[in-house]
């Protein structure tokens, strides 16, 4: 049952499970076409929403239009700003969607994912101080009014939305399978991001491995979940360059516009809600354990960090979840 596609610039594997026969279709061919809509409702997103290199995308005309007034936004992307800002806000501005420029100057979406550094060469201090500048959540102007929403970003400004993508698309995929009665259970993940789903055919609960971020090929543990949860992990080693030994990812620190530094090499969300669970792993990777673990508690989200020497702390509630890998019992 399982496939594996390529969608939103990203690696999706998908298993569906479905129930029943009817005498015309088989399961596997409804297999295909479930996963089929699904592939197909991650390339809209991309190509009508999120995107800001096609300029078919709602990010990418904001972008075009910045400094330029108001552009008007789909019911979808002004929820999506909208709740960026309050997770901004609640983060004190660890996460931020308005570091376009930054992300741009630091070329993030041409890093290989297994860090390749090629002939990178990384951006000068003025150039930061100079993209830095640009950014600020609370400077974009969304406006919410019966005959539709809009927002308005200053002239210097990009929005980069890279940070909810892939949650965005577990929310959009879990209404997709909702819509399909015949499908009893799957498990999704686009770019390692997961949401799990109805049931296994033959029972018990989904497993999820939590990747160890000192040793990427390695997991430190299974997450054992049932039906309707996203996890959602950030880690340094997911995206990055290495200069002169000194590692560069993809996740920037809105204070510095530098690649963060907290105490996190990795960490991993669980919440029913994808844009959630991917919104909070950003945030929570720039704060840190102690700060990420007080966002945690003002949204009903679980989280595991793991720091540069592989230590784990979790917060409560993820204890039920989590086991460690054997070779560590
Ligand atoms: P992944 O894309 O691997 O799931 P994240 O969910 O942590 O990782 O998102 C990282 C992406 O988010 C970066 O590639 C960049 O586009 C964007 N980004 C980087 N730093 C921040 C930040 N502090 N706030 C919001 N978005 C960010
Ligand atoms: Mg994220
Ligand atoms: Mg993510």
């Known amino acids: 049952e399982k496939s594996i596609d390529t969608a ?14 009817s005498a015309t279709t088989t399961n596997s061919e409804i297999n295909e076409k479930i996963t089929d809509v699904l592939l197909q409702k991650l390339n809209d997103l991309e190509q ?27 019911p979808a992307m002004s929820e999506w700003l909208g709740r960026c800002r309050q997770i901004s806000e609640e983060s004190a501005g ?11 100057l ?25 993209a830095l500048a640009t950014t600020g959540w609370q ?18 400004m990009q929005l980069d939305l890279g940070a909810v993508g892939k949650g965005v698309a577990l929310d959009e995929i879990l209404k997709t399978l909702e ?21 296994k055919p033959e029972g018990g609960a989904w497993q999820i491995a939590v990747t160890d971020p000192l040793d990427p090929s390695e997991s430190v543990g299974v997450l054992t979940l049932d039906g309707g949860h996203c996890v959602s992990t950030s880690g340094d080693y997911e995206r990055y360059v290495e200069v002169d030994g000194v590692r560069y990812h993809h996740i920037l620190d809105p204070r510095t516009g530098s690649p963060a530094h907290s105490d996190v090499a990795g960490v991993t ?14 945030a929570c ?26 230590t784990i702390t979790m917060t409560e509630g993820m204890r039920q979840y989590f086991h460690l890998s054997n070779s560590q019992k």
Not at 8 to 19: K, R
Not at 269 to 282: E, N, Q, R, Y
């Open 269 to 282: 969300i669980v919440t029913k809600d994808g844009f959630l669970s991917d919104a909070l792993s950003t």
């Open 285 to 310: 990777f720039v704060l840190g354990q102690e700060e990420g673990q007080k966002l945690l508690e003002k949204y009903d989200a679980e989280g595991l960090f793991i720091d540069h020497e592989g």
């Open 48 to 74: 009508k929403e999120l995107s800001w290199r096609l300029e078919s995308a709602e990010v990418a005309r904001i972008n075009a239009a910045a400094g330029e007034g108001q552009t008007s936004v789909s």
């Open 94 to 104: 660890a996460f931020d969607v308005s570091i376009g420029r930054l992300s741009r």
């Open 179 to 199: 819509a399909h009665p015949e499908v009893s259970g799957a498990v999704i993940s686009v770019g390692g991001s997961i949401l799990t789903y109805g049931s």
């Open 8 to 21: 939103m610039g990203t690696v999706i594997s998908q298993t569906v499970y479905v129930t029943g026969n």
């Open 139 to 156: 400077k974009i102007q969304l406006e919410q009014q019966a005959d539709g929403d809009s927002v308005s970003i200053p002239a210097e």
């Open 106 to 130: 630091w070329d993030i979406d041409t890093w290989a994912a297994a860090g390749d550094s090629g002939d990178y060469e990384l951006p000068r201090q003025e150039e930061i101080a100079e």
